[in-house]
């Protein structure tokens, strides 16, 4: 039996993928801190692994443990990262210092996994063709226009750079689901009538369904070619306006009023929140780095090299998906 550590299990993506490992009859590890939140980790096969990321040594002593000496994690799944901070220096300490201390770990620790797989983003390429609408393919030349999509290429980089733990990166475009708070946002304005949208120029958007990258987890973990990029997403793309009407479908609303808000109307209001948030000290949602993702006109996505290397298939269209995120919605009381 496959011996699997999920690094970032309390986050959305991360608990379903510790429960996709379940459900394929692996030994499955949750690594998280001490402060994460258990919620969606009850599972009683589920072992715990709590993990400081301020230091390698401190990682190191977590490992060690954990599991005895001698005995190693045969994969590793390291999907710890801040999508939205207080301070964007902390995009850079969160999302590439984290992985570089843990890899750090590994090696002082002798606990070398068969594979490591990398959660990255398709922000880590940043905008491209917003004139044709190309799709974006792994061999598209990364130009990062936020210091979110900045960390996340370091950290591939990082991975990159060494030789001794194999891996396999992601390079993921929007995930939504059940338990999702950013999405939620979205559905919960369309529920009141309101559709908020930006700029004025087309905009095609790519979907990923949270039990569709878990699946995708394993099968590249059981099948993929290591020292691979892929990009992840259901390969059809929908408008913003495809996106409203399945949303208003699902929510049961006739009429739903969309509302353009004008590329520099956003940088205003991004602006304000983060300043806000910095206040605070809260994480805003809303920041000056969100802004450059939102005005993004393109996020097709070419998936063919995930689909040729380990037959990866989104078996969840949007449809479907958004259907299934507003039941849950529903039945839990958020909606």
């Known amino acids: ?5 999920v690094v970032g299990a309390g986050g959305f993506a991360g608990g379903f993928i510790v429960e996709e490992g379940l459900r394929r009859g ?3 590890w949750a690594g998280v801190r001490a402060t994460t939140s258990r919620q969606w980790l009850t599972d009683e096969r589920i072992h715990f692994v709590e993990i400081d990321f301020t230091d390698s040594a401190t990682i190191a002593g977590s490992l060690r443990a954990a599991l005895p000496e001698g005995e190693k994690w045969d994969w590793i799944v390291f999907n710890l990262g801040a999508t939205k901070v207080v301070r964007y220096s902390d995009f850079d300490s969160i999302n590439y210092g984290c992985l570089n201390n843990f890899l750090n770990s590994l090696h002082a620790t002798s606990k070398i996994p068969e594979r490591l797989l990398y959660m990255s983003s398709l922000s880590a390429v940043g905008p491209r063709d917003e004139k044709n609408y190309n799709p974006i393919s792994e061999e598209t030349i990364p130009i990062p226009n936020t210091r979110y999509g900045s960390s996340k290429l370091k950290a591939e980089l990082r991975l990159m750079s060494q030789s001794e733990i194999p891996y396999i990166i992601f ?11 950013d999405y939620f946002l979205m559905f919960e304005s369309i529920k009141k009538g309101f559709d908020f949208t930006v700029g004025y120029r087309p905009q095609m958007l790519s979907f990923l369904y949270v039990e569709d990258l878990a699946r995708a987890v394993y099968e590249a973990l059981e099948k993929a070619p290591t020292g691979e990029v892929y990009n992840i997403a259901e390969p059809q793309t929908y408008t913003q306006k495809e996106f409203r009407k399945l949303s208003a479908e699902a929510l049961g609303k006739r009429f739903v009023m969309p509302v353009a808000v004008p590329v520099w109307g956003l940088k205003a209001v991004t602006s ?4 806000w948030g910095m206040w605070r000290k809260k994480p805003s949602t809303l920041n000056s780095d969100k802004y450059h993702i ?8 070419d998936t063919s090299k995930a689909e040729r290397d380990f037959g990866f298939r989104a078996e969840v269209d949007l ?3 958004i259907r299934r995120s507003v039941e849950w919605y529903k039945k839990e009381g958020w909606l």
């Open 272 to 275: 304000v929140a983060g300043a």
């Open 26 to 28: 692996y030994e499955v």
């Open 294 to 301: 939102m005005k993004q006109r393109n996020w097709r996505v």
């Open 171 to 181: 390079r993921c475009t929007g995930i939504y689901g059940p338990r999702d708070h």
């Open 319 to 321: 449809r479907e998906g």
């Open 1 to 5: 039996m496959k011996k699997v550590l």
